[in-house]
């Protein structure tokens, strides 16, 4: 029989790019620096676009928070919509690696959010900010399942996205 510890540790790419394709950069890694990339996908057509005025801007921490639980319902395209191309390439490339092929951003969002529901992963997290500026931020999650590391954002339309910069880290 297959335990949750055992399962996790065979899916771990696949969690790990889910947790943010390398949703995380070092426990104690410095920021990397990096060009804006652009969004894997639109969203939703049933959503009006954020305003990019400041006062309707999300913040880092809320845009996170909307992709992580986006991605734990699935709501796929709106999970997709706060992913960098690059980002998404390097998870799909990362998951292909491990023997898991799979054939897009919404794919990818949907299997993984049945492994979490699987394994009883829940969308819990804790988030600090390291780093914020006009043009890229930098988080530190903590999951409840204890993997962490930074995420990597760059603004995007009145929110932001998260980047290929991002790293899995402990």
Request: with cysteine; hydrophobic share 45%.
């Amino acid at each position: 029989m297959t335990t949750s510890r055992s399962l996790r540790r065979a899916i771990r790419p696949l969690l790990a790019a889910t947790l943010l394709a390398g949703v995380l950069a070092g426990c104690a890694g410095a920021p990397v620096d990096g060009a804006a990339p652009t969004a894997a996908a639109s969203a939703p057509a049933s959503s009006s676009p954020p305003s990019s005025s400041p006062a309707a801007r999300e913040t880092p921490e809320q845009s996170f928070r909307t992709w992580l639980a986006a991605s734990r319902e699935p709501e796929v395209e709106l999970a997709c919509s706060y992913l960098s191309d690059e980002l998404v390439e390097r998870m799909l490339a990362e998951l292909a690696a491990g023997g898991i092929p799979l054939g897009g951003c919404a794919e990818m969002i949907a299997t993984t959010a049945e492994l979490y529901a699987a394994l009883g992963e829940s969308a819990d997290a804790e988030v600090e900010t390291i780093s914020e500026a006009a043009d890229r931020a930098e988080l530190f999650v903590t999951y409840g399942s204890a993997d962490c590391g930074t995420v990597v954002l760059v603004p995007e339309g009145g929110r932001w996205i998260l980047t290929e910069h991002s790293q899995e880290v402990c």
